[in-house]
Each structure stands twice: as C-alpha cells, then as structure tokens.
C-alpha cells in the first residue's frame, strides 16, 4: 500500500533562512508525488508534483523538491522563507490502481520575525 | 466555472438532523473527490465519481453518509442522522481525468453538529 509520512508536525523558522519540510513515501513502485499547501481558513493550494519526469521540481513561490528513490524521499525546501509562507503543508501521493490522492499528516510551518 | 465551488462554507446543525453539502466541480472534469479532514489532520478520502457513478465509495465511514453526481457534474454529499464526530471539514476536488496531477480542490464546508 501507499503512504507517505512527514517527519515533523511543527516547524518554525525565522525570516529569511531556509526551509525544509521533511518527507518519506512507502510504495511498491515509483509514485506520483505532491505537496499543497493549506493557508488558514483556505483551500488547499497544489504546490508542486513529481511524475517521474525530473528528480528536482520547481513549483509555486519558490519552493521546489526533490524526489530521491534510494531514501525515498520527497523533502520540500525553499532558500528563503516569507512570513506569507506560514500555513500548513501536505505531503501527498497518488495511488495509481485506486485513483486516490493520500495524504500524510501535516506540517504546520510557523515564521518567525 | 474558473474553480471548484462549494456551498455552503460553513454549516451548523443539531445532532440528529439531516445535511447536504453541495459541489460544483471546474467546467468539464469527469472525476470529482470528496474527502475529509478532521481539526489537526490531514485530508481523509470519502468517496470518487468519475463521471455520474461512485467508482470508489471506500472510504465513506458509514451508512449514514451518502454521495450522488446524477448529471457527471455537481455532486451532493449526504449526512443523516448527525453526530458531533461529524463535525469536520468537508473538502470537493475534480480533475480533468484521473487524480495522477493532482486535484483542484474547493474551499470546503465546515460542518459543526451541535
């Protein structure tokens, strides 16, 4: 079965330095992978995706990720965090044989001034 | 439309009583997805149309929860008999096809059962 796991419930960092949101995926083959974001009171916002295309994947706002089989992972990061950047993120994959997005448990991203 | 509407945004209702939750999906996307998410936690799916038939209704907790598309396009979320463990985000999504791009979801629908 698929799944994906983020490493960290809470990450806070301070304006301006580097985030990394953390996470691992479980499948038995080479998955569709995503990340959204989620703002207070908003919906959830596709940020980028991974379809085996290529290992590194720019999205929206400056964030980008890369996809590395052999830790099978799929970390977020971004050089430079903005106080907009605040919300929550999902890690997410796609489960091809059931057409279903799964998604991990969250990570509540907090900058710091 | 320009994105996937839902109505209403925020819903309170008593314990006991019955509820509808409306989707209306971007112009022309055969799958739509209705999933759940509960305060602290992540997106839980419910249940996925392609076209007007429930191609996977897995993941709806019981029989009191119900989901039609009659036309292939808006779709209804159906909750009888609430219980306050009802109380929860309920989120729509559509895509063009299949899920393997991703969703666009909507700003879902808060329910509160009081």
């Known amino acids: 079965a698929q799944s994906v796991t983020q490493l960290d419930s809470h990450v806070s960092v301070s304006e301006g330095t580097p985030v990394l949101l953390r996470c691992n995926y479980s499948?038995?083959?080479?998955?569709?992978l995503f990340w959204y974001v989620q703002h207070p009171n908003k919906g959830l916002q596709l940020l980028l995706k991974?379809?085996?295309?290529?290992?590194l994947v720019k999205g929206i706002n400056g964030f980008e990720a890369e996809f590395k089989k052999s830790e099978t992972s799929f970390h977020l990061t971004k050089p430079s965090a903005h106080m907009s950047d605040a919300a929550e993120y999902f890690c997410?994959?796609?489960?091809?044989?059931?057409?279903?997005?799964?998604f991990g448990t969250g990570t509540l991203l907090a900058v710091q001034p | 439309g320009a994105g996937v509407s839902q109505t209403p945004s925020n819903k309170v209702t008593e314990k006991g009583k019955y509820v509808e939750l409306r989707c209306d999906p971007i112009?022309?996307?055969?799958?739509l997805y209705w999933y759940r998410q509960s305060l602290g936690q992540g997106p839980e799916f419910l249940i996925y149309?392609?076209?007007?038939?429930?191609?996977?209704d897995s993941g709806l907790p019981n029989d009191r929860f119900f989901a039609v598309r009659p036309e292939g396009s808006v779709s209804t979320l159906k909750i009888q008999r609430t219980e306050r463990g009802d109380s929860a985000v309920y989120l729509c999504?559509?895509?063009?096809?299949?899920?393997?791009?991703?969703?666009?979801f909507g700003s879902g629908t808060r329910l509160t059962v009081v």
């Open positions: 997410v994959s796609y489960g091809g044989a059931t057409n279903k997005l799964i």
């Open positions: 499948s038995s083959y080479s998955p569709s």
């Open positions: 991974y379809t085996s295309a290529a290992t």
């Open positions: 149309f392609q076209g007007t038939g429930a191609a996977d």
């Open positions: 112009s022309g996307h055969t799958a």
């Open positions: 999504a559509s895509s063009p096809t299949g899920g393997e791009n991703g969703y666009t």
